[in-house]
């Protein structure tokens, strides 16, 4: 009986062909893989991962999470449109709002002294604003303006002023824009004397004004000019005005700025 032993190429084939097929016997098959994976978990964490990531998807760019409901709280100057706009809110995405940033824009309105944003799911937002609320108003070039109480121009009057508002005159005759500054102590000044000079002193002004030399001044029903420039000293000068009116002294002109006031009568001497 003659054995011819195989070559090395033949050996290292049939080696390959059994691991090869030794190999398909042990992989495990779909089914298999699935049971462990049911088994292990880790089928069901990675379809609610799946599930995550597509709802979150759809939360970050549905529309039934963007700001549609809007309210605003506090305006009165402006309109809730004018509000709606200035914050830029209606549509945003809720989740990208950023509240420090809509209370900036708000505040560069003249008349938005403070404001705070509140949101809520799905799509509402709130808007509380504190309005700069006009004391007095100051006419100058022809044009009547809306002024807060620290002198912040807001913006030309829309409606004629009422009896119990206060104008103050500004000869300088310049045009004004919102967010201008007026002097405070005039402003501050001239409230007060419309208040004090018809309580204390019976002077019911025909108008109150401000000059850039004369600082603020009063022109009585009589046509006097009363001169009081600043607030300072103010009551030596109250008191001053109080005994020529007392005393029945006639003057068609009175500067109170000096110590020792000066005042002018209608035949042109002075004292």
Not at 6 to 15: D, G, L, Q, S, W
Not at 40 to 68: D, E, K, M, N
Request: charged letters at 20%; hydrophobic letters at 45%; proline letters at 5%.
């Amino acid at each position: 009986m003659n054995y011819n032993p195989p070559n090395t190429r033949e050996r290292v084939a049939a080696r390959r062909q059994r691991k090869t097929q030794g190999a398909v016997a042990t992989r495990p098959g779909a089914r298999r893989v699935l049971l462990a994976w049911l088994i292990s978990g880790r089928l069901v964490a990675a379809v609610g991962f799946l599930i995550c990531i597509g709802a979150l998807g759809y939360v970050l760019s549905s529309p039934r999470f963007a700001v549609w409901n809007l309210t605003v709280e506090g305006n009165n100057a402006l309109s809730v449109n004018d509000v709606v706009a200035l914050s830029e809110l209606r549509g945003r995405p809720i989740w990208f709002v950023d509240s420090e940033v809509v209370v900036e824009r708000l505040l560069t309105s003249a008349y938005v002294e403070s404001a705070a944003i509140e949101l809520a799911l799905p799509d509402t937002a709130v808007v509380r604003i504190v309005e700069r609320r006009p004391e007095v108003r100051w006419l100058a070039g022809g044009i009547q303006y809306l002024v807060d109480a620290r002198g912040q121009v807001l913006g030309p009057a829309q409606e004629p002023a009422e009896t119990d508002v206060l104008v103050i005159i500004d000869n300088s005759h310049l045009q004004l824009a919102p967010n201008d500054r007026i002097d405070s102590d005039a402003l501050g000044l001239a409230r007060v004397l419309a208040l004090r000079l018809p309580n204390e002193l019976s002077l019911t002004p025909a108008e109150i004004g401000w000059d850039i030399a004369l600082g603020v001044y009063v022109r009585s029903p009589d046509g006097q000019l009363i001169v009081f420039g600043r607030s300072d000293d103010l009551e030596r000068k109250l008191a001053v005005l109080d005994f020529l009116i007392t005393d029945q002294t006639a003057f068609t002109y009175l500067d109170l700025r000096s110590s020792n006031p000066f005042y002018q009568n209608a035949t042109g001497s002075s004292q």
